[in-house]
């Protein structure tokens, strides 16, 4: 079935331990986004990729880092966790970084950072 | 700063009648507009979206009005079924930037009662 998986589906990690969330899409999809949804807060971009091999910046890129080797993968790299990371995370893809074409979500990883 | 901002967190609605959900948003360049359901321990996923170039998109009981001097869109929903329980984004996207991001709101949650 085509779409986008995460990995892992939620985690519970230690302050300042390194984490990778994981991001996969089968719908060979030009860009790729990470989220955070936090409650009062919404959906909150942290980075995104408008294509393989480039990244770029969101609201909230802080503590984060991103990399974009190929079409399929955009791991999102947590180096050292702190417990203000403790959110629910989402990535998403779309066929091209523009309107208006939508973006596709996964199911999300929730992290808790103690 | 907030660009996008949904007021109402919660809604109630008897089934059968209208949902009414709102979004304001502050930005006069953002130009693409959309709306994302979502339920627990889900990816949000896509429902509607409007241009600035149209007023009003309809799509089955979906429909979306957008009224550009008020920076005001609205999705509607009619009749409620009790499936709509969720939590709606609006989402904003100004496509000349060139960073052909979105910004979300925070959401609404709406309630439908049997």
């Known amino acids: 079935i085509a779409g986008i998986t995460q990995a892992p589906t939620s985690q519970i990690l230690a302050a300042g331990r390194r984490m990778t969330l994981r991001c996969t899409q089968d719908?060979?999809?030009?860009?790729m986004y990470w989220y955070r949804q936090d409650l009062g807060l919404g959906l909150r971009l942290i980075h995104y990729s408008n294509t393989a091999g480039t990244t770029g910046k969101g609201e909230v890129p802080d503590g984060y880092s991103v990399s974009r080797a190929n079409t399929d993968d955009f791991p999102l790299t947590l180096a050292s966790a702190v417990p203000s990371q403790t959110s629910v995370y989402f990535c998403?893809?779309?066929?091209?970084?523009?309107?208006?074409?939508?973006?596709?979500f996964g199911p999300g990883t929730r992290l808790t950072v103690t | 700063d907030q660009q996008v901002k949904q007021n109402s967190p919660s809604l109630s609605v008897q089934e059968g009648r209208i949902s009414i959900l709102n979004c304001d948003y502050t930005?006069?360049?953002?130009?693409?507009f959309l709306w994302y359901k979502k339920y627990p321990a889900e990816g949000p996923t896509f429902l509607i979206s409007?241009?600035?170039?149209?007023d009003k998109n309809e799509d089955g009981r979906f429909t979306v009005f957008l009224n550009k001097s008020a920076k005001h869109l609205s999705l509607h929903i009619v009749p409620s079924q009790p499936g709509d329980s969720a939590v709606y984004f609006c989402?904003?996207?100004?496509?000349?930037?060139?960073?052909?991001?979105?910004?979300f709101g925070t959401g609404t949650r709406l309630k439908v009662l049997a």
């Open positions: 409007i241009s600035s170039i149209k």
């Open positions: 719908m060979r999809h030009n860009a």
């Open positions: 989402a904003a996207s100004d496509s000349t930037s060139g960073t052909y991001k979105y910004i």
């Open positions: 998403a893809s779309s066929e091209r970084p523009r309107a208006p074409y939508e973006q596709y």
């Open positions: 930005n006069s360049m953002f130009d693409y």
